[in-house]
């Protein structure tokens, strides 16, 4: 039985993680958990986890109500709230299940105080992958991937990380992987909010659409596995039956299949990766049954190659990238700026930013609030 701090309860990793808890209740042990703005989904969690002491809100109306609602529970409230409901949980294991930059200082805070961390936050490793390897380097806390790709990576690698020639990563293409790049312009968030084979959260589904997600996860294969932007490649599997791929010098693949399910990675990083799995190995990657896969065109979605500048640049070019994402999205889902804005914004920020080398976690949030205020004048004057 390990106890557990969720971070994002109410969102689609979170609640997810719930079901895979709730299904096996002599394995974990819910002690804390977090909820942005939707508090209506307190009263049920707690219902069904009768160990919770301490719970996260947002914001400070909803923590005094709350808080006088349930006179047993320590409630704490704000981005401050989601360290110390992490330090006063005293839970071994931490999920953050958070999405945006506010997931990266509780993810820190979870190494610093030596938890297991289970992050789906993939916000935390490109914006503070230094800070966060690090971390681990110096033997502090444990991570573990919540990410179908990368928890497909890791089942390979832990069956085999000699001889790696490429890590493959595969990608659904989204919702208009048959559109043509001029076609682009004129989607609306409405188009773009239709994944065809997942269900996720708002800004998740957009970075599918923009590719914007397929880059992170560059980012995220670079500091969770150490390969290069030359050593990783994108592939379309067009049903994300394969959840990725590894290659080998000798020209095999192996490769972990299954049906699009966040539960299973989810089940894989909550059990520290001691699961059963079975990965598939084979010289035809067509030969796995019901699978087709295409070429990722980099010419339609050239911002893939921002991956290789975060990475080879690192310092603040991260957080500039998430930065400048994160508002741009809410700017196209308020219908303020054209899908293709989202790429334009980003670009123009990363050229106009200054690159701050081996930041703190401060220098991190400077940057962040600096480029969100640029993006902000950026569609003010109609710069995008
Ligand atoms: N969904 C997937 O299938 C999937 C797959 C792989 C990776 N991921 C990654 O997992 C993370 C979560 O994604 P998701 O799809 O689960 O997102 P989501 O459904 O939007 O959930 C996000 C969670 O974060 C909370 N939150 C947001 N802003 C907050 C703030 N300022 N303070 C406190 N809490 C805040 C939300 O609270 P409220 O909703 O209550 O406001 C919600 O609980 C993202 O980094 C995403 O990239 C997701």
Redesign the pocket.
């Known amino acids: 039985m390990i106890s557990v701090c969720l971070l994002?309860?109410?969102?689609?990793?979170?609640q997810q993680t719930i079901d895979v808890m709730l299904k096996n209740p002599n394995d974990f042990d819910l002690r804390a958990f977090?909820?942005?703005?939707?508090t209506r989904?307190i009263k049920g969690i707690l219902k069904k986890f009768p160990n919770v002491k301490a719970v996260c809100v947002?914001d400070k109306k909803s923590y005094k109500y709350y808080q006088n609602q349930y006179t047993d529970i320590t409630f704490f409230y704000g981005?401050d709230g989601?360290d110390n409901l992490i330090k006063a949980s005293n839970a071994e294991m931490v999920v953050n299940?958070?999405?945006?930059f506010?997931?990266l200082k509780p993810s820190i805070t979870a190494l610093e105080n030596d938890k297991i961390l289970c992050l789906?936050?993939?916000?935390s490793l490109v914006v503070g992958g230094e800070i966060i390897n690090k971390l681990l380097k110096e033997g502090h806390g444990k991570l573990y991937p919540?990410?179908?790709e990368h928890v497909a990576i890791a089942k390979c690698l832990a069956v085999d990380n000699q001889n790696v020639d490429k890590i493959i990563i595969t990608a659904s293409g989204g919702p208009f992987r048959n559109l043509r790049r001029d076609q682009l312009e004129n989607i609306t968030p409405e188009q773009a909010l239709a994944h065809p084979n997942?269900k996720?959260?708002?800004?998740?589904t957009i970075?599918s659409a923009t590719m914007v997600?397929k880059t992170f996860e560059v980012i995220e294969a670079y500091y969770l596995f150490g390969y290069d932007f030359k050593d990783i490649e994108i592939k379309i599997n067009y049903n994300s039956y394969v959840h990725s791929i590894v290659r080998y010098n000798n020209g095999t693949y192996r490769a972990d299949v299954g049906k699009p399910d966040?539960r299973v990675p989810i089940k894989y990083a909550i059990y520290q990766g001691l699961t059963d799995y079975q990965t598939v190995v084979t010289d035809d990657l067509n030969s796995i049954k019901n699978t087709a896969f295409g070429e990722f065109d980099l010419e339609r979605f050239p911002i893939v190659n921002v991956a290789n500048k975060v990475m080879k640049e690192k310092g603040t070019m991260g957080a500039i990238f998430n930065a400048s994402n994160e508002e741009a999205v809410k700017a196209f889902l308020n219908h303020q700026i054209p899908f293709l804005g989202i790429e334009r914004i980003i670009n123009a920020c990363l050229k106009k930013q200054k690159n701050i080398k081996n930041p703190s976690y401060d220098d991190l949030k400077k940057c962040d609030l600096s480029t969100r205020l640029l993006v902000k004048q950026m569609i003010l004057k109609g710069e995008y």
């Open positions: 994002g309860a109410s969102g689609s990793i979170g977090s909820i942005g703005r939707r989904y947002q981005d989601l299940a958070l999405v945006g506010v997931g789906a936050n993939k916000e919540i990410d179908s997942w996720m959260g708002k800004k998740i970075d997600n966040m």
